[in-house]
């Protein structure tokens, strides 16, 4: 039984209702690592007939020769000779014809030894598995070689896939599930430093103080996630210090290509190649202000906020923390860690919550940015005839009304006119709350 399931109820779901079908099924699940794809094809697999394979970089054989050791158990007799694929899939579907789950995990690291593993697995698909009950799971860590090797038009098993799952991080609310007996500050201030990564949620402790767990769980040399960014750039990057160079930049505020460029010694015309996987892996993101119709001026920032976290405070005192000095660290932690919580609130806030308040059906919500306007969160409908203007504070005992004026004057500086403009004022608590005021905990009431 697996401790601590959190969420994924809705792919869980869709997994019980694919097995149902009474027919092969072919499901690919892929997303980045430490987001829990794992952990859910086992907690799918506890009532199902089937077995779990965890493939490796030793190679097709090597693979082939512990494949069929499961097949094996599966069936309940000895192995056969052959090391073959298509001779293990054939026996095994001659041999069990009713339903039941084979799950491939890791699937990636296959196809970085042998690119001919997806013909080989056509072939098993054509030949064998279409006629059978199972259902094949393929998952993998790697996004580019699932999305490009698994699942393009170019790949050999394209058209064969009968469902994908691309699992994404927890929302705000689900991580709840982790911590139920924090306050609802106490989560936005974790979820500020780890997102909704389970294998991140995992390592912070309830009973212990957000500063506590970043000194035991990050900055310290023993802790299980100070080495962790360390590992994802290597994982995932040939060249890793290039990545860590440009992520250095942008977490030190340059958010234009020409800035994180020079601050990162790089040609501003060789940066969209870095910037590009960066992307894709979701490890940054690309925004444009919510009125740069034509996507001219992009700014960057980094999207994951551990990576972040990482960047702003422990990345610049690597020295320090390497031989345990954490004084200085430690100081600036303390002294900025506020504002870092704030703006990831922010940033929450819009992507997850802010739909519940505006008041009227938004089509796109986003930042704005002219000159040295800037305002957290701007809400237009299709017509563009009705505007929500917000700000997002995570702060207690705010002033909404001059905070609104505020609003008010920055929205003359908005090259978009809309008929109808609302303000909102979204904080942790206000001196006086006005009709349009929200806190944190109005906003996690209301329905989504």
Same mark, same amino acid.
């Given at each position: 039984?697996?401790?601590?399931?959190?969420?994924?109820?809705?792919?869980?779901?869709?997994?019980?209702?694919?097995?149902?079908?009474?027919?092969?099924?072919?499901?690919?699940?892929?997303?980045?690592?430490?987001?829990?794809?794992?952990?859910?094809?086992?907690?799918?697999?506890?009532?199902?007939?089937?077995?779990?394979?965890?493939?490796?970089?030793?190679?097709?054989?090597?693979?082939?020769?512990?494949?069929?050791?499961?097949?094996?158990?599966?069936?309940?007799?000895?192995?056969?000779?052959?090391?073959?694929?298509?001779?293990?899939?054939?026996?095994?579907?001659?041999?069990?014809?009713?339903?039941?789950?084979?799950?491939?995990?890791?699937?990636?690291?296959?196809?970085?030894?042998?690119?001919?593993?997806?013909?080989?697995?056509?072939?098993?698909?054509?030949?064998?598995?279409?006629?059978?009950?199972?259902?094949?799971?393929?998952?993998?860590?790697?996004?580019?070689?699932?999305?490009?090797?698994?699942?393009?038009?170019?790949?050999?098993?394209?058209?064969?896939?009968?469902?994908?799952?691309?699992?994404?991080?927890?929302?705000?609310?689900?991580?709840?599930?982790?911590?139920?007996?924090?306050?609802?500050?106490?989560?936005?201030?974790?979820?500020?430093?780890?997102?909704?990564?389970?294998?991140?949620?995992?390592?912070?402790?309830?009973?212990?103080?957000?500063?506590?767990?970043?000194?035991?769980?990050?900055?310290?040399?023993?802790?299980?996630?100070?080495?962790?960014?360390?590992?994802?750039?290597?994982?995932?990057?040939?060249?890793?210090?290039?990545?860590?160079?440009?992520?250095?930049?942008?977490?030190?505020?340059?958010?234009?290509?020409?800035?994180?460029?020079?601050?990162?010694?790089?040609?501003?015309?060789?940066?969209?190649?870095?910037?590009?996987?960066?992307?894709?892996?979701?490890?940054?993101?690309?925004?444009?202000?919510?009125?740069?119709?034509?996507?001219?001026?992009?700014?960057?920032?980094?999207?994951?906020?551990?990576?972040?976290?990482?960047?702003?405070?422990?990345?610049?005192?690597?020295?320090?923390?390497?031989?345990?000095?954490?004084?200085?660290?430690?100081?600036?932690? &303390?002294? %900025?860690? @506020? +504002?870092?919580?704030? *703006? !990831?609130?922010? =940033?929450?806030?819009?992507?997850? $919550?802010?739909? #519940?308040?505006?008041?009227?059906?938004?089509?796109?919500?986003?930042?704005?940015?002219?000159?040295?306007?800037?305002?957290?969160?701007?809400?237009?409908?299709?017509?563009?005839?009705?505007?929500?203007?917000?700000?997002?504070?995570? &702060?207690? %005992?705010? @002033? +909404?009304?001059?905070? *609104? !004026?505020?609003? =008010?004057?920055?929205?003359?500086? $908005?090259?978009? #006119?809309?008929?109808?403009?609302?303000?909102?004022?979204?904080?942790?608590?206000?001196?006086?709350?006005?009709?349009?005021?929200?806190?944190?905990?109005?906003?996690?009431?209301?329905?989504?």
């Amino acid at each position: 039984m697996l401790l601590n399931f959190v969420g994924r109820l809705n792919e869980l779901n869709y997994l019980q209702e694919r097995f149902k079908s009474n027919q092969f099924e072919f499901i690919i699940i892929y997303g980045r690592r430490r987001i829990g794809k794992t952990t859910l094809i086992k907690k799918f697999l506890e009532d199902k007939l089937g077995f779990y394979f965890l493939c490796d970089r030793a190679g097709t054989q090597r693979n082939a020769s512990r494949f069929k050791q499961k097949v094996a158990r599966f069936l309940n007799e000895p192995p056969i000779e052959s090391n073959d694929l298509y001779d293990i899939f054939d026996n095994l579907t001659n041999k069990f014809k009713d339903s039941a789950v084979i799950v491939l995990d890791e699937f990636s690291y296959l196809v970085e030894k042998d690119n001919a593993i997806p013909s080989i697995l056509q072939h098993v698909i054509d030949e064998d598995l279409i006629k059978s009950k199972f259902m094949l799971i393929l998952c993998g860590s790697s996004m580019s070689m699932m999305e490009k090797g698994v699942m393009s038009s170019k790949s050999p098993l394209y058209g064969r896939k009968t469902g994908h799952i691309k699992l994404q991080e927890l929302n705000f609310v689900e991580i709840k599930g982790f911590y139920p007996k924090n306050s609802i500050t106490k989560n936005i201030e974790y979820y500020s430093i780890l997102r909704g990564v389970p294998h991140y949620l995992e390592k912070f402790s309830e009973s212990k103080s957000t500063i506590q767990n970043i000194n035991n769980e990050i900055f310290s040399k023993t802790g299980r996630l100070y080495e962790e960014v360390e590992f994802l750039l290597k994982e995932e990057f040939r060249e890793p210090d290039i990545y860590k160079t440009i992520l250095t930049a942008i977490g030190e505020g340059n958010t234009r290509v020409v800035e994180i460029a020079n601050k990162a010694s790089i040609p501003a015309h060789d940066l969209p190649k870095y910037l590009k996987p960066l992307l894709e892996l979701g490890i940054i993101k690309k925004e444009f202000s919510i009125t740069d119709i034509k996507k001219k001026k992009p700014r960057y920032y980094i999207m994951d906020n551990f990576v972040n976290f990482w960047f702003n405070f422990c990345e610049p005192f690597k020295s320090e923390l390497e031989v345990m000095d954490l004084d200085i660290p430690m100081e600036y932690l &303390k002294k %900025n860690l @506020n +504002s870092y919580i704030g *703006k !990831r609130f922010e =940033e929450m806030v819009r992507e997850q $919550l802010l739909k #519940k308040v505006i008041p009227f059906r938004a089509h796109n919500i986003g930042k704005f940015w002219l000159g040295d306007t800037e305002i957290d969160a701007v809400a237009m409908d299709k017509k563009n005839s009705n505007m929500a203007v917000v700000e997002i504070k995570f &702060k207690e %005992n705010v @002033n +909404s009304t001059k905070i *609104k !004026r505020a609003l =008010e004057s920055k929205v003359k500086n $908005l090259p978009i #006119k809309s008929k109808n403009v609302s303000y909102l004022v979204i904080a942790k608590s206000f001196t006086q709350k006005a009709p349009w005021c929200y806190t944190i905990n109005d906003l996690l009431k209301l329905p989504n």
